[in-house]
């Protein structure tokens, strides 16, 4: 059996979708664990109606303290075997779970991830300039070349999960890396499991993001965040997105870097200060 965890933070429309897509899965056993991180919109009341009607379908709720600790929640509480996470603005090919899970299943290894990872909302100009931003390959979540083993685990046996006691919570946008870093081994690529996210689409999404992402460790601690803060300052912001808005012949984008520019430079103020490391 498999248990599909998806923490949830303000995304109802999304979570939706998500859910939809995981119910007309090909794989015939898993059941469906959403943890809503301290929800302020209408998450909650989404989650009661769909308990009552979603067979394999249970939620829980915590106070907000980030996905890591959302992931873990979910864990506890899941019956199957492998333990998959997701998050609540991805959708699904119909083969996602069979084809993610089946290494594991076959014993060939013991955590998998796969790099079919497309945008689901290409044509939206703040989703494009959000790939261009992250140096992503056109299209897809990742760079070209991506490595064919990563931290990133979208599927684990749930006895090694245990066995490290799970997420890290304290990595702050990170905490998906710290499983890797516990179980001292990486996920293997599994082709054909194909999945679609969706990157920011408003500029307001932009801006959440970006202090989202902002709360990763920094090399040289403060210090590294004092650098981060100088690079993500105005004159700056103007500089690569002038120039980044012509190589890419996307003019949008020197105001998505301005807005992304600012969620950072918060995010970070944000993380000195009150030391705090959620959205």
């Not at 803060?229 to 949008?252: D, H, I, Q, T, Y």
């Not at 992304?260 to 970070?268: A, C, P, S």
Request: net charge positive; glycine share 8%.
């Amino acid at each position: 059996m498999i248990s599909v965890i998806i923490p949830t933070y303000n995304e109802k429309l999304d979570l939706e979708k998500c859910i939809e897509s995981l119910g007309a899965q090909s794989y015939p056993d898993f059941e469906i664990i959403v943890v809503d991180d301290g929800s302020v919109d209408t998450t909650s009341q989404m989650l009661r109606s769909a308990s009552k009607t979603l067979p394999g379908f249970k939620y829980f709720e915590q106070k907000h303290q980030g996905a890591g600790a959302a992931r873990n929640l979910g864990a506890k509480h899941a019956r199957g075997e492998i333990l998959v996470f997701v998050d609540a603005d991805m959708t699904f090919d119909k083969n996602f779970l069979k084809i993610l899970a089946g290494p594991i299943e076959k014993k060939e290894t013991k955590g998998t991830f796969s790099k079919e990872e497309f945008v689901s909302n290409w044509d939206n100009v703040w989703a494009r300039c959000f790939s261009i931003n992250e140096g992503w390959e056109k299209g897809r979540r990742h760079p070209k070349n991506y490595p064919d083993k990563q931290k990133v685990f979208r599927a684990i046996l749930r006895s090694e999960f245990e066995r490290v006691g799970g997420f890290d919570p304290s990595k702050g946008y990170m905490d998906d890396w710290s499983l890797g870093q516990r179980l001292g081994y990486d996920a293997v690529n599994v082709p054909g499991a194909i999945f679609y996210h969706k990157n920011p689409d408003s500029l307001a999404g932009v801006f959440i993001q970006a202090k989202w992402i902002s709360k990763r460790p920094y090399k040289l601690g403060r210090i590294g965040k004092i650098f981060a803060l100088l690079r993500a300052s105005l004159p700056e912001s103007l500089w690569v997105g002038f120039w980044k808005s012509l190589f890419n012949m996307e003019p949008l984008f020197i105001i998505f870097k301005i807005v992304y520019d600012l969620g950072i430079f918060i995010g970070i103020l944000e993380s000195l200060v009150l030391d705090k490391t959620v959205k």
